[in-house]
Each structure stands twice: as structure tokens, then as C-alpha cells.
T-cell receptor, first 113, second 113 residues
Framework: EAGVTQFPSHSVIEKGQTVTLRCDPI?????LYWYRRVMGKEIKFLLHFVKESKQDESGMPNNRFLAERTGGTYSTLKVQPAELEDSGVYFCASSQVPTYGYTFGSGTRLTVV | KQEVTQIPAALSVPEGENLVLNCSFT??????LQWFRQDPGKGLTSLLLIQSSQREQTSGRLNASLDKSSGRSTLYIAASQPGDSATYLC????????????FGTGTRLQVTL
């Protein structure tokens, strides 16, 4: 089966610009997650979709971040406007049953300059 | 609030040595614990998943143990090889927040020739 796909793999944008990250989960996985790792810190949870519904968005840092999952398939994470502290690696993961483990994508490395 | 700690932060061993990576967590109310591997610039690869009712899991040269009551897990790598060089991450899924993984900061392993 195809894995979790993320793109772009890298993005460099200027402060104040908008960036949209995309994640395609494994087909049939209703659960989709976004995580983020900023420099020197551990990977942290951002939010969780079950199909097209946001199940838990307690990790979203602020209202500059908007995640969507229209139709319950792929998901996008938009940062608008981007700030320097948003730089990091954004990971997407999906699972069929959360307690049975997760499959992660390769991540998108975002650099805000 | 669940916190995950990994010791050591970095480790360098000669090829062929057996080694142990440690993970500790503060809240023993977990669903499962997962070990991941991350290669530079790449995503997370799941190595082993241990459910809370299990004591250990094995895959090839890897063995992970779980002592839930003491909040500890170890990843044992037998007969290390240069290809094992990577960052190893431990993550727990806590009871009541099964949608979230709490990660440690990882152990960076280098296996030298």
C-alpha cells in the first residue's frame, strides 16, 4: 500500500507570506494527524481529524494555523501569515485504529526567513 | 501532563556492539508505546509498537520492553551495524488522549566501523 505522502518536502517563505502544506493519508485511514518539530524540541501534536471532522485541535499554536480535510481524504495545513517561529518540520500521520499505531509521512521542512 | 524522556541524548558505539536505549514516561496510564526511527531529512519509520498489556515486542535484531508501572521502556539493538545509525524516538499514547502521541526528544545513535 502507498504510504503517507506529504508535499512539498521543503518550503522557504518570507515572514508574512502564506504557505499551505498538504498530506495524503493511507487510503482507508479515517484518522489523520498533524505534528510539528521545531528546532531542538520534541515532536508535538497539532491536531487530529476523524474523516472530515476535527476531533482534537488542542495543539494548534494560534489562529494563524488553519487545517482542513474536505471530503475526509487529503488534508491541508495553512499558515497565514507565517512568522519566524513557525519554522520547523511538519509531519502528517494516519491510522486506521489509533491504538494500533500510526504511519508517518516524510514531513515538510518549513523555513520562514 | 505526560512527559517522555530519552536517555542518552546521543550514543556512539563500534559496529557489532549490543546497545540499549532508554525511555521513561511520567504517567503510567497509557494505551501503547511506540519506537520510531528517523534518518536525517526523512520521516519517521515505526519500529515496534507495544500495547499496554504487553511486556515486550521483537523484530529481528530489535527488542523493546515495557514496564508500565515504573514508566519505563527500553529498546535493545543486538549486533549493531552502521546502517542502524539514526535518531530513535519513543512515543506514548495516553489513556483518555488516544489520538495524541507524546514524544521524547530522541537518542541520536552512531554506529562506527
Amino acid at each position: 500500500e502507498a504510504g503517507v505522502t506529504q508535499f512539498p518536502s521543503h518550503s522557504v517563505i518570507e515572514k508574512g507570506q502564506t504557505v499551505t502544506l498538504r498530506c495524503d493519508p493511507i487510503s482507508g485511514h479515517d484518522n489523520l494527524y498533524w505534528y510539528r518539530r521545531v528546532m531542538g524540541k520534541e515532536i508535538k501534536f497539532l491536531l487530529h481529524f476523524v474523516k472530515e471532522s476535527k476531533q482534537d485541535e488542542s495543539g494548534m499554536p494560534n489562529n494563524r494555523f488553519l487545517a482542513e480535510r474536505t471530503g475526509g481524504t487529503y488534508s491541508t495545513l495553512k499558515v497565514q501569515p507565517a512568522e519566524l517561529e513557525d519554522s520547523g518540520v511538519y509531519f502528517c500521520a494516519s491510522s486506521q485504529v489509533p491504538t494500533y499505531g500510526y504511519t508517518f509521512g516524510s514531513g515538510t521542512r518549513l523555513t520562514v526567513v | 501532563k505526560q512527559e517522555v524522556t530519552q536517555i542518552p541524548a546521543a550514543l556512539s558505539v563500534p559496529e557489532g556492539e549490543n546497545l540499549v536505549l532508554n525511555c521513561s514516561f511520567t504517567d503510567s496510564a497509557i494505551y501503547n508505546l511506540q519506537w520510531f526511527r528517523q534518518d536525517p531529512g526523512k520521516g519517521l519509520t515505526s519500529l515496534l509498537l507495544i500495547q499496554s498489556s504487553q511486556r515486550e515486542q521483537t523484530s529481528g535484531r530489535l527488542n523493546a520492553s515495557l514496564d508500565k508501572s515504573s514508566g519505563r521502556s527500553t529498546l535493545y539493538i543486538a549486533a549493531s551495524q552502521p546502517g542502524d545509525s539514526a535518531t530513535y524516538l519513543c512515543a506514548v499514547s495516553s489513556t483518555g488522549t488516544a489520538s495524541k502521541l507524546t514524544f521524547g526528544t530522541g537518542t541520536r545513535l552512531q554506529v562506527t566501523l
